[in-house]
């Protein structure tokens, strides 16, 4: 079920200094199916080591668990271990790069708040803050923010591929859910927001948004649900039509006027 898969990413946002870059900081959740690649990439040896420990009750650490070993395969696991910090912290910049199609600057911050290894704790759960350009063009002495490429890329769906014969076969039903936030700079006041209301809903899921402005923040809730693993190629009008206005609402700005 879809509720079983989920993507929870709540972000902050702010316009820097002279109005060419934007700070996020970006809190993920992940649950079932959706936690699997990320769980992969991110939790090192010694954070899962440390999680087993905890749900054995058990006082051994990572040091007292290798005293077996001779030096020489002691040192080998421990080089493995700093290798996989190396290794998580190149992927937070991967994650980023795939999730918006731009390479990052002063990735920091970086922490994982839950592994979603052991029950009851199926959240897998990390934070990272980052620069990103090109999400503002200067529009005279205004400017257009890309809100919409917020929630991440989303490629259209070609005109050769809007005709499907064979059925379609997704990883898994799932559910993606965005909270962001962006600071509205002081000076300034948002135009435009009336555009990012959106909602399809039909067999094989769902897209919704909103937008509201309450003192300097501009809210953006956004819904993304695909309903089966699994759908007939006769249901593919359905699925692009959820494609469609995913891709088109990652194509809506407002302006940020200047007072």
């Known amino acids: 079920p879809q509720k079983d898969n989920v993507v929870n990413e709540e972000l902050s946002v702010d316009v820097l200094p002279g109005m060419q870059k934007i700070k996020i900081n970006r809190k993920v959740q992940e649950t079932g199916a959706m936690k699997l690649n990320d769980q992969y990439k991110l939790l090192d ?68 708040l839950k592994t979603g290894l052991v029950n009851p704790d199926k959240s897998l759960v990390f934070f990272s803050s980052f620069v990103l350009p090109s999400f503002i063009q200067k529009a005279g002495s205004n400017y257009l923010i890309n809100v919409g490429k917020l929630i991440g890329n989303i490629a259209p769906v070609k005109t050769e591929d809007r005709t499907r014969t064979v059925d379609v076969y997704m990883p898994s039903a799932r559910e993606l859910n965005y909270k962001i936030n962006l600071n509205i700079p002081k000076g300034y006041k948002v135009k435009g927001i009336d555009q990012l209301g959106k909602s399809v809903t039909n067999d094989c899921g769902s897209f919704t948004s909103t937008a509201s402005v309450s003192g300097n923040v501009l809210t953006l809730l956004v819904s993304r649900t695909y309903a089966h693993n699994f759908e007939k190629a006769a249901q593919w009008p359905k699925l692009v039509n959820l494609l469609d206005t995913a891709f088109d609402f990652t194509n809506q700005k407002v302006l940020l006027e200047k007072l």
């Open 45 to 112: 040896m010694r954070l899962i080591h440390s999680e087993m420990q905890k749900s054995m009750n058990s006082k051994e650490d990572l040091t007292k668990a290798l005293n077996g070993l001779n030096k020489l395969y002691k040192e080998r696991h421990y080089a493995c271990f700093d290798q996989d910090l190396v290794i998580q912290d190149e992927y937070y910049t991967e994650l980023i790069k795939s999730q918006y199609e731009l390479t990052p600057e002063q990735v920091s911050d970086k922490a994982i």
